[in-house]
């Protein structure tokens, strides 16, 4: 793949992880609150954000998957992270994100899930994109609403998360969806 991209919104950066997140990223992810509507470990211990890191150029240069940091445009403080994990054979995708608990309720999660949906329809140029949350993480699935995609089911018991089995709600979006828009 090309260099890493950099997206840009009205109040967001959405960048290329660097080292020097691995703190922030520890103590934004390793929120209990965080940890329950996704698959972070918790708790998030030493060493495991450098790993991370570490390992997501491979991903980027594989065309399996891009992971951006979410940061501030103001002051490039690190908000949290969204990616797609990509099927190129079938040029569709799952869209995967979380906000430290200090961001949440700001409309920053849309806005990223907007520019990433962009990003896949563009420069990825997939045709799908779907993203599902579990199904307690009501807040979640308004992200997806409010960036466009439409709710297409639930996915009873389809995940075994910290000891008890999740339901999962699905939302898509095709690229021809997205352009009317």
Known sequence: MDAFPTLRTERLIL????????????????????????????PYEDGVAERWIAGLQQDYDSGKA?????VLAIDRALLGSIGLDIAAAHRHARIGYWLGVPYWNRGYGTEAV???????????????ICGPHFAGNAASGRVLQKAGMTYEGRLRGHYLRLGRFVDVEL?????????AR
């Not at 939302?171 to 997205?178: C, H, R, V």
């Open 15 to 42: 960048r290329q992880f660097l080292p020097s997140d691995a703190g922030d990223l520890q103590r934004l992810a390793g929120a209990k609150e965080v940890a329950a509507g996704t698959f972070l470990p918790h």
């Open 66 to 70: 891009v992971h951006f940091a979410v």
């Open 114 to 128: 907007r520019a990433v949906l962009g990003y896949g329809f563009t420069a990825l140029q997939l045709h799908r």
């Open 171 to 179: 939302y898509g979006i095709l690229e021809a969806e997205f352009t």
